[in-house]
């Protein structure tokens, strides 16, 4: 199976699993644990959260992978990047991107896409990590960015 053939077995395995869920918990959950399984390369794949207490800060939400940092200034490193500008950042090599917050040093490359409520406020970001350098391109970028659509209700 190609890339976009995996992403659309796997959307479709998330909007079944969290039919009828109204748990924004629970339905980032479900798209963490099922995008994680399906790639060999992911191996840190999650969500960091806006903390309505500090809206300029994300806070670590429900991930797959070793321990994450738990927060991260809006504007620092990739997640922090990507809540500034709302826009998804595809990183080749993390270690040539200015600021990159190395949680884990076997991150090579990643993807960060914004997730955003019904009223179009940024609610969190999806962050992926992969061992490999390169892994991701405008196919994950399209594919992630329609299943962030599905998460929030
Ligand atoms: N990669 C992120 C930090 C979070 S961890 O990798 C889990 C970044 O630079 O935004």
Redesign the pocket.
Known sequence: MDKAAIYEQVAKEISAVNDGETSHIARYATACCLLNQAFVQFY?T?F?LVDPLKPNELV?GP?Q??L??LR?PFG???????AASGKAAV?DN?HE?P??????SK?NS?I?VPVFDAQGKLAS?L?I?STEISTFSAVDQIALEAICKTLLL
């Open positions: 840190w999650g960091y670590v991930y992978g070793t994450g940092c991260i620092k490193g990739v997640c922090g990047a990507v990183v993390v991107f600021g990159h917050i190395a949680c884990d991150t990643e960060v970001v962050d990590d």
